[in-house]
């Protein structure tokens, strides 16, 4: 079931979509060639903590951090640890931060010093995927007219993108109704409507779209060890469109 939010749950998203924002620009800042991913854990817990929120991702599921910090073919869920990052790697941040229990969603994948021109490229192209989606988040459309225009681009691009992993409502649950592929026909399933809260979240691959799990039962990486990318706000649809809840 699809939950339409009244505008004091929207109000109290706004809160935790702003403190996720606020973590991303600590994470811009802080993101540099000899940081660890555990370090980035840490200030991004301290960030959530210090805003009067909790950490959504901790101990959820039995996920061990505040963060999932994925660098290179890790496509999403990579843990937190000891790992120093390197100049040429890319690090995808997915933050969930919980307000008076109400919880903000999103992801961003951020170049670590010189990165290739093909990393770069990729990351031009998951993001504006994302926004792509966001053109067909609006009233009176269907839902799969996002994931329609995200695969799309993908496919025109020459990017693939996993079957395994989709966005999501979101709201006093971290994963509502409805799944949102990033991929698939338009004009399917359900009408937007005004005060939905989505997070729409495309994975990128530069290589094939097959993923694997590892031993640890979270970490997915590329099948084919190409790099991926992820990018993911919260939304909430509005007269006329969309709004972005997690920004500054």
Known sequence: MIVIKNQREIELMRKAGKIVAMVHQKMKESI?????????????????????????????????????????????????????????????????????????????????????????????????????GLKYAKQGGRLTNISHAIGEFLVDNGYSTPIEFTGHGVGSKLHEDPMIPNYGLADRGPILRAGMTLAIEPMVHIGQRHIEVLEDGWTAITKDRSLAAHYEHTIVIVDGGYEILTKL
């Open 32 to 132: 540099t060639v000899g940081i660890s991913t555990k370090q980035l854990n840490e200030i991004a817990e301290s960030v959530i903590i210090n805003a009067g929120a909790v950490p959504s991702f901790k101990n959820y599921n039995g996920f061990p951090a505040s963060i999932c910090v994925s660098v290179n073919e890790v496509v999403v869920h990579g843990f937190p640890s000891d790992y120093v990052l390197k100049d040429g790697d890319i690090v995808s941040i997915d933050v969930g931060a919980c307000y008076k229990g109400y919880h903000g969603d999103s992801a961003m994948t951020y170049p670590v010093g010189n990165i290739s021109q093909e990393a770069r490229n990729l990351l031009r192209i998951a993001k504006q995927s994302l926004y792509e």
